[in-house]
């Protein structure tokens, strides 16, 4: 074996809470976001909650691996587009922010099995939500969601 391939750091979680970053990695913990997302391709689970932000870096579209990516409790008003990326996420938490609108491309996220939208101010769903075929969960309570549209018809589970 090749010493770069046994230096190799695989992160598993990369979480942003309590003031301070954290990678938890297969040989060492990181405490730099900068850090972490130099090997953004191994990051499975990226939780930033409660950091009352307002901004999500476009880099977050860097995060391609990641399965679980929990946004709660922030205080973004949007999201870019970029988060759209994260092709194989299964569950995107975005609960408790003040989004008026979800992005569009969060509709090529088609592994997603859970979309927590709840707590937001949310006036209308992603008209093109009928293409999330996975999804089985959707919480989009609480919310100021005058109708859901006719998209959410095209969710058979």
């Given amino acids: 074996m090749s010493k770069n391939f046994i230096n190799t750091l695989i992160i598993v979680a990369l979480s942003l809470q309590g003031n301070y970053a954290f990678a938890q990695c297969a040989n060492e913990t990181s405490y730099s976001l900068s850090q972490a997302l130099k090997d953004s391709l191994c990051v499975k689970k990226f939780i930033l909650r409660g950091q009352r932000l307002e901004h ?45 609108r979800a992005p569009e491309s969060l509709c090529n996220m088609r592994q997603l099995t859970s979309l927590h939208v709840d707590r937001n101010y949310l006036v209308q769903l992603p008209a093109n939500i009928s293409e999330l075929k996975k999804l089985t969960i959707l919480d989009a309570s609480w919310n100021d969601l005058a109708s859901v549209g006719d998209g959410i018809c095209g969710l058979k589970n």
């Fill in 56 to 100: 999500l870096p476009r880099t977050v579209g860097q995060l391609k691996n990641a399965e679980y990516v929990d946004l709660q409790k922030n205080k973004f008003a949007y999201l870019p587009d970029e988060l759209g990326n994260l092709a194989k996420t299964t569950q995107l938490v975005l609960s408790g922010n003040e989004l008026k």
